[in-house]
């Protein structure tokens, strides 16, 4: 385990309450892989049945849903220092509903979720640490995908747009961001049309609501309804 890994690790939510100077005997004892994979490559395909849980090391990856005619909807990107996986891997033989594929290169740290799931093992006495930090992450990810359900819930393109950005923006704690999407990944992971959803922006952004360029955005106070 390369020391720049270590340092990842240590600011990941799952080894919160570990002391950096014992992660890497931790990983050990948990037998943790790396992996790397190319831009586009699948890492996890629809109805694998895992065991593991993927942190990114380094690159990102999207979690992709697609329906039995081939349309895609994006649930999530995952950056550096985040987890995937791991709902379906506390499952047992539960098929995966979702592809995991890499958004760029990525490195990825592989954890069987078994090996902490078994109390049987003591893993340096911080298992009670690696429970609690792994159904912290897991109740984190069902308040996100709540809130997708709210931006998709909204009736039209502005919106579910307008709902978005207001919560990235809330999420940075300023009214100037930038997203994880380029133009037709946020219209994938909003359920809309790529043009009509550059249509909208190219309006909102004529009536001084918001100003973009690329995946940057600046929120104007203002916005009549």
């Given at each position: 385990?390369?020391s720049?890994?270590?340092?990842i690790?240590?600011?990941?939510?799952?080894?919160?309450?570990?002391?950096?100077?014992?992660?890497?005997?931790?990983?050990?004892?948990?037998?943790?892989?790396?992996?790397?994979?190319?831009?586009?490559?699948?890492?996890?395909?629809?109805?694998?049945?895992?065991?593991?849980?993927?942190?990114?090391?380094?690159g990102?990856?999207?979690?992709?849903?697609?329906?039995?005619?081939?349309?895609?909807?994006?649930?999530?990107?995952?950056?550096?220092?985040?987890?995937?996986?791991e709902s379906?891997?506390?499952?047992?033989?539960?098929?995966?509903?979702?592809?995991v594929?890499?958004?760029?290169?990525?490195?990825?740290?592989?954890?069987?979720?078994?090996?902490?799931?078994?109390?049987?093992?003591?893993?340096?006495?911080?298992?009670?640490?690696?429970?609690r930090n792994?159904?912290?992450?897991?109740?984190?990810?069902?308040?996100?995908?709540?809130?997708?359900?709210?931006?998709?819930?909204?009736?039209?393109?502005?919106?579910?747009?307008?709902?978005?950005?207001?919560?990235?923006?809330?999420?940075?704690?300023?009214?100037?961001?930038?997203?994880p999407?380029?133009?037709?990944?946020?219209?994938?992971?909003?359920?809309?049309?790529?043009?009509?959803?550059?249509?909208?922006?190219?309006?909102?952004?004529?009536?001084?609501?918001?100003?973009?360029?690329?995946?940057?955005?600046?929120?104007?106070e203002?916005?009549?309804?």
């Open positions: 385990m390369q720049q890994d270590i340092e690790l240590a600011e990941n939510p799952l080894f919160k309450g570990i002391p950096k100077s014992n992660l890497e005997q931790v990983v050990v004892r948990l037998e943790m892989s790396k992996k790397k994979y190319q831009k586009n490559e699948i890492i996890y395909h629809t109805g694998d049945i895992v065991d593991e849980l993927g942190i990114v090391l380094e990102s990856a999207f979690i992709i849903r697609y329906d039995i005619w081939g349309g895609q909807n994006i649930l999530a990107r995952v950056e550096k220092g985040e987890v995937f996986g379906y891997a506390c499952v047992e033989k539960e098929p995966l509903m979702v592809d594929t890499a958004a760029e290169d990525i490195t990825v740290l592989f954890l069987n979720v078994g090996r902490v799931l078994h109390l049987e093992h003591n893993f340096c006495g911080y298992q009670s640490h690696l429970l792994l159904l912290a992450i897991m109740a984190q990810k069902n308040i996100l995908l709540s809130g997708k359900m709210d931006h998709l819930a909204q009736r039209s393109i502005r919106e579910k747009v307008l709902s978005y950005l207001s919560f990235q923006a809330m999420k940075n704690e300023n009214a100037e961001f930038t997203i999407f380029d133009r037709q990944q946020l219209a994938d992971y909003l359920s809309v049309d790529r043009s009509a959803l550059s249509r909208e922006l190219s309006k909102m952004k004529q009536e001084k609501i918001l100003t973009y360029k690329k995946n940057h955005f600046i929120l104007y203002n916005i009549e309804s």
